[in-house]
């Protein structure tokens, strides 16, 4: 009679002889890899962190996973090592290892976006579940080790650029000095938080220069001439808001996308919870890819592409809206027409010039157009799970022609800005699109 050892032995070999080897087929699925992201999207959403700090979480995983396929596949991708500002190098693979890319992309996205998140190991059981679908899938021992050290590889290779970028600089840099004189900045109810991330400018970009973006200042701040465009900005936003239609309203509450809304009710107060716009805008980029039926490598390039537009608009914005310090309309109206009026939408925490998400949107639209082409129509179900019904666009430039309207609706930016932020965003996502080399 054989051992027991023996037995188990045989019957380890024999059952993983006969496992169905598809590994393929559930990793190389580009859905997995939008899921994947969204997966990010939830951990930065229960961690409250403020849109521009999220995306550079979103940009440094992106580009992680982006390099492990660049590394893959040498003929078809660049990498983005001497194109982005500081990368100066990424891990290469070793020509004599059986690496499954795919995977590895997966995994190098992963490492990177738990690092520049926190809790430290908030993706780790997502991680474990990936590899987990690699063993049961059959793929071989040895792949699976080789493509798990090279995606490590990689994602340290990111990690440490990452570090220069000047972000733990900023997060001992002094707060906003108040200082309620006409026209400036002040923080705003319910919460009268104090100003989001004032050093943002200091933050390295990937690509532009914001010294190449010529910004025209906001309407001077005049609220005593009613002819004077500052005046007529004014009351035209405290007329629509008074007056939103239906539509009006859904498109408001669709681009929302604030990550802590504060609720106040009597004594009760409680914080309901979206994605941000860069976290909006990674859910587009999945719809986008499934919507082109986009294979896995396009669909990874095309989030990386999609993210660090995203980062370095936020990057131009902040040092705009830190110049000027532009007070906020709810400010305005309060103090000179009507005490009690509030937007639609709750103001956010920073000055009003120029919009963020104006800006963003389109910048993030450039680089999907870039990628998925021009005029593709699609249904935006991001909200759906935040009980807000989708909405449908012609292309992702018109989405971003929607949001103008969107925050202008909501009650929390003057139309001039959204309309001078989006052109300033159209330009940095064309900057972006045309700077980077990455598709061969």
């Not at 490590?152 to 108040?178: E, H, M, P, Q």
Request: charged share 20%.
């Amino acid at each position: 009679m054989k051992p027991l050892f023996v037995i188990l032995t045989l019957a380890c070999v024999i059952f993983n002889s006969c496992k169905k080897s598809d590994y393929k087929n559930i990793l190389h699925d580009p859905g997995l890899y939008s899921r994947t992201v969204h997966e990010l999207n939830g951990v930065v959403m229960g961690n409250n962190f403020t849109p521009v700090v999220a995306s550079r979480n979103y940009a440094y995983a992106t580009i992680a996973g982006y390099e492990a396929i660049a590394g893959g596949y040498p003929k078809q991708y660049r990498s983005l090592a001497g194109q982005l500002t500081g990368l100066k190098v990424v891990a290469k693979p070793s020509p004599n290892e059986k690496i499954d890319y795919e995977y590895a992309a997966l995994l190098a996205f992963c490492r990177v976006g738990e690092t520049v998140t926190f809790p430290e190991g908030s993706l780790k059981y997502y991680t474990d579940s990936l590899h987990q679908l690699a063993v049961t899938h059959g793929m071989p021992g040895e792949m699976i080790r080789a493509s798990e050290s090279y995606a490590k590889a990689v994602a340290g290779s990111i990690i440490t650029w990452s570090k220069k970028d000047n972000y733990l600089k900023t997060r001992s840099g002094s707060k906003f000095a108040i200082n309620d004189s006409a026209g400036r900045w002040v923080p705003t109810p319910p919460a009268y938080t104090e100003a989001v991330e004032p050093h943002w400018s200091d933050i390295r970009p990937m690509v532009i220069n914001t010294k190449d973006f010529r910004v025209p200042p906001p309407p001077a701040f005049d609220i005593k001439n009613k002819n004077s465009k500052y005046y007529k900005e004014v009351i035209y936003i405290k007329n629509k808001v008074d007056s939103l239609s239906a539509e009006q309203t859904h498109i408001a509450d669709f681009w929302d996308d604030n990550p802590g809304k504060l609720n106040v009710s009597g004594h009760v107060m409680f914080i309901t919870k979206k994605f941000s716009p860069p976290g909006h805008w990674m859910s587009i980029v999945g719809i986008g890819a499934e919507k082109t039926k986009a294979g896995f490598n396009t669909t990874v390039y095309a989030f990386a592409k999609t993210a660090i537009a995203l980062y370095d608009a936020f990057i131009q914005c902040w040092k705009i809206k830190y110049y000027y310090k532009t007070v906020r309309p709810e400010t305005v109206i309060d103090k000179y027409f009507d005490a009690n009026w509030r937007p639609h939408l709750q103001t956010p925490p920073f000055p009003e010039y120029t919009c963020g998400h104006c800006t963003i949107s389109a910048a993030a639209a450039e680089a999907l157009t870039s990628v998925f082409g021009d005029n593709v129509a699609y249904t935006d179900t991001s909200e759906v799970e935040f009980g807000i019904k989708s909405r449908s666009y012609k292309s992702f430039r018109a989405a971003a022609d929607e949001n103008v309207w969107a925050r202008f609706y909501g009650g929390i930016h003057y139309y001039n800005s959204c309309i001078v932020s989006h052109g300033i965003g159209k330009e940095v996502g064309s900057s972006v699109v045309a700077k980077l080399q990455m598709k061969r």
